[in-house]
Structures are given as structure tokens and as C-alpha cells.
């Protein structure tokens, strides 16, 4: 069975910080890419920020300089380090773990992250 289970998520103060984390069984971690997507009500979903196997980094423009994903092979999980929160940042933060075009990408079931005063 397949699980990407997160947790982290919460009720943060803007200029907060928060972070994710996403462990992931069933599958060989080591093969995927690791990403975080989000989406607001009223909103689609939107990348957050991806990691390969190997370090290598994509992150959407909205997060530079605030969020930084990094992965632990040897734990199986993923992380999202997000600091200086915005109330616009408040959406369902999601796992993702994607092995290529061949394959169904896998998804957690969401964590809430609300930035509120």
C-alpha cells in the first residue's frame, strides 16, 4: 500500500513559521521526485516546490526566499520549511510523489495551514 502521510500543519501568526513533513511507504523513495502543492478555496492547485533524488530543486516564484523543501532518503520523508508566512500563504498544503509520465503520481491527503492574527 502506498501512504504519503504529512503532518506539521497548523494555525501560525503572519511573519510565522512552519514546517512540513511528509513520510512516505510502500514505495522506493529514491525513484521519485518529491513535490508540495497547495490550493485556497476557490482556487486551483499550485506547486509549492519540488525536490529530485538527488537535491536538485524547483521552487515557484511566490516562495523564493521563504520556503525550502529538502528530502532524507535514508528516512523516506520530505520536508517544507516555510518562514516569514503570509495570510495569502493560508491554503491545503499536499504531498506529492511522482515517478514520471509512465506512472500515476501519488498523493497525501492534505494538511491545513492557516496564517492568521
Known amino acids: 500500500q502506498e501512504q504519503l502521510v504529512e503532518s506539521g500543519g497548523g494555525l501560525v501568526q503572519p511573519g510565522g513559521s512552519l514546517r512540513l513533513s511528509c513520510a512516505a511507504s510502500?514505495?522506493?523513495?529514491?525513484?521519485?521526485?518529491m513535490g508540495w502543492y497547495r490550493q485556497a478555496p476557490g482556487k486551483e492547485r499550485e506547486l509549492v516546490a519540488r525536490i529530485t533524488s538527488g537535491g536538485n530543486t524547483n521552487d515557484a516564484d511566490f516562495v523564493k526566499g521563504r520556503f525550502t523543501i529538502t528530502r532524507d532518503n535514508a528516512k523516506n520523508t520530505v520536508y517544507l520549511q516555510m518562514n516569514s508566512l503570509k495570510v495569502e500563504d493560508t491554503a491545503v498544503y499536499f504531498c506529492?510523489?511522482?515517478?514520471?509520465?509512465?506512472?500515476?503520481?501519488?498523493w497525501g491527503q492534505g494538511t491545513q495551514v492557516t496564517v492568521s492574527s
Open positions: 506529492n510523489a511522482d515517478r514520471g509520465s509512465r506512472w500515476l503520481p501519488h
Open positions: 510502500g514505495i522506493i523513495f529514491r525513484l521519485y521526485v
